[in-house]
């Protein structure tokens, strides 16, 4: 299992920064009163695509162009978070991205990744079906395929966690929304490049507990389905190096429901006043679940994007 180091991060921000600046955290008063805890809101929701892995993306296209100056193009598999960083930063490069996507997939996301310079393919009935076909046309097209997880994107994505934990180093348990790991692990890895002993804890939807059965376990379990609206989570299958990361590094995993992240949602909005997508809401949903048990603590929820088609927020709103 390899580990970041501090100068590993310090570099990956160098590059991070070139693109964006750092983002903000705010402790929110409503958001304390409501839930008996200091909450420090980590607002990736406020970076250039929306999300947070565009960090990942930054980092991951510098290191391609450095090994592989060669490609001319990439391809990967998304529900529209990678898709748009990838995009982005390829376009930046003068590389071709080809983006598959989910049929039915999120109709903002894909004219999103489609703005950023990134051509949209659907297939499949989810992510994990889109998967084999990005892997497929990377063989039939020549295109370099850019994996979910990778050390690189963890390196950019892992800024967010130093910005973090720079600011607020003594927080005592921080939440993380799970899909394919890239979040979980980089804020792993920034504790523990930093030294600090913070817990984080691991979010999932009841509709996709692949992650938690695996923790729990200790080996990789695949569910039949992934059916949450919070599409950042609908993962059916861990990715064996990110879990390896996080069993090892995690203290839990929490597990909510679809309610549960609407109300999330609903809650940024009425205390905070931001958009969080459903997978940005998952770490807050968390909290609220667990809320007796982080009373009077100092916690972190990482709001990881507010890339939510506008028909889907409005029924959760209204």
């Not at 080996?219 to 879990?243: K, M």
């Not at 009425?270 to 809401?281: K, M, R, S, V």
Request: aromatic content about 8%.
């Amino acid at each position: 299992m390899y580990r970041l180091t501090h100068d590993d991060i310090e570099q990956a921000a160098r590059q991070v920064y070139q693109v964006m600046p750092a983002t903000a955290q705010y402790a929110w008063p409503l958001l304390a009163e409501r839930l008996g805890c200091t909450v420090w809101v980590k607002h990736e929701n406020h970076t250039p695509t929306g999300a947070f892995k565009v960090r990942g993306g930054i980092t991951f296209m510098q290191w391609l162009k450095r090994e592989h100056p060669h490609v001319n193009g990439i391809v990967t598999a998304t529900r529209g978070n990678h898709g748009q960083s990838l995009a982005l930063a390829a376009s930046a490069s003068g590389l071709r991205a080809l983006i598959v996507v989910p049929e039915g997939n999120s109709i903002e996301k894909n004219n999103a990744m489609r703005g950023f310079g990134g051509e949209v393919v659907e297939y499949g009935r989810d992510f994990d079906e889109a998967r084999e076909e990005a892997a497929r046309l990377a063989k039939t097209q020549g295109l370099y395929l850019v994996p979910p997880f990778h050390t690189e994107l963890v390196k950019g994505v892992a800024t967010y966690g130093f910005e973090l934990f720079k600011a607020v180093p003594d927080l005592d348990t921080v939440y993380v929304p799970i899909g394919c790991g890239s979040g979980i692990c980089a804020v792993i890895a920034a504790r523990d490049a930093l030294g600090l002993q913070t817990e984080i804890v691991g979010v999932v939807s009841t509709e996709a507990m692949a992650a938690k059965l695996s923790f729990e376990t200790g080996e990789i379990h695949e569910t039949d389905s992934a059916n949450t609206f919070a599409d950042g989570l609908a993962v059916r299958r861990p990715i064996a190096e990110a879990f390896a990361m996080y069993r090892a590094g995690a203290a839990r995993i929490v597990a909510v429901d679809d309610q549960a992240i609407a109300e999330a949602m609903r809650i940024y909005y009425t205390d905070t006043h931001n958009l969080a997508e459903g997978a940005g809401a998952a770490a807050l949903a968390a909290l609220i679940q667990e809320r007796e048990r982080m009373e009077g603590k100092k916690v972190g929820v990482i709001l990881s994007g507010g890339n939510v088609d506008r028909s889907v927020y409005a029924s959760v709103i209204g």
